[in-house]
């Protein structure tokens, strides 16, 4: 079994400001996890990825997450947030080798204050 | 480039009208999955193929139905919209299912009116 919750539902920040989007994952297996971005009316997009190789995984626009498996955790980070990154995020899990289907949080949708 | 492309991306249909909703994919992948998204939820896993072997979600009404007719294209029926259907729908393909699964991409999505 697994779930993965994400902690706050909405996250506001200022231009210019570090971003935190907070997920936390439970998992009967080893996990992968991920973290997709949603553009209004748009579909989903990979911002990166954890399968159990280097757990800080750098992704793409400057994003990048840690997995810490003593906290259950793989927060998203961005240094210095920019007006495009206003959007929703996805945390997901799914099962490290073998058949399980990915399981999404429920979203945090971040907004940047010019 | 590769892609997944969904069309139409805005479709409007009246409750009860039948309405099948396409997308296909230029990269090759084993997995097509069908979501549907309603307005600030997480996508809810409808049905995937691993290559032909059509899995269907549990909860997943009967009112939905899919073909895959080969590799590249997949649709979405929906027999009797109801406007509880009012969605996004989002399909996706990934390169195999298991550890390769959690990696998807997905096309722009279909959004669905019912009137």
């Known amino acids: 079994a697994q779930s993965v919750t994400q902690l706050d539902s909405h996250v506001s920040v200022s231009e210019g400001t570090p971003v935190l989007l907070r997920c936390n994952y439970s998992s009967s297996y080893s996990p992968s996890l991920f973290w997709y971005v949603q553009h209004p009316n748009k579909g989903l997009q990979l911002l990166l990825k954890?399968?159990?190789?280097?757990?800080l995984v750098k992704g793409i626009n400057g994003f990048e997450a840690e997995f810490k498996k003593s906290e259950t955790s793989f927060h998203l980070t961005k240094p210095s947030a920019h007006m495009s990154d206003a959007a929703e995020y996805f945390c997901?899990?799914?099962?490290?080798?073998?058949?399980?289907?990915?399981?999404f949080g429920i979203g945090t949708k971040l907004q940047v204050i010019p | 480039d590769a892609m997944v492309i969904q069309n139409p991306r805005y479709q409007v249909t009246q409750f009860g009208k039948p309405v099948t909703l396409s997308c296909s994919q230029t990269?090759?992948?084993?997995?097509m999955y069908w979501y549907q998204q309603k307005s600030s939820q997480a996508p809810k896993l409808l049905f995937h193929y691993y290559d032909k072997d059509f899995n269907n979600e549990a909860d997943t009404p009967d009112n939905f139905q899919s073909r895959r007719p080969n590799t590249s294209f997949c649709f979405l029926d929906i027999r009797s919209p109801g406007l509880g259907d009012a969605a996004m729908y989002l399909c996706a393909t990934s390169r195999e299912w298991g550890s390769q699964g959690g990696e998807q991409y997905f096309g722009p999505g279909t959004r669905l009116t019912v009137t």
């Open positions: 954890y399968t159990s190789a280097a757990t």
């Open positions: 997901v899990v799914s099962r490290s080798g073998g058949y399980q289907k990915v399981t």
């Open positions: 990269l090759n992948h084993n997995v």
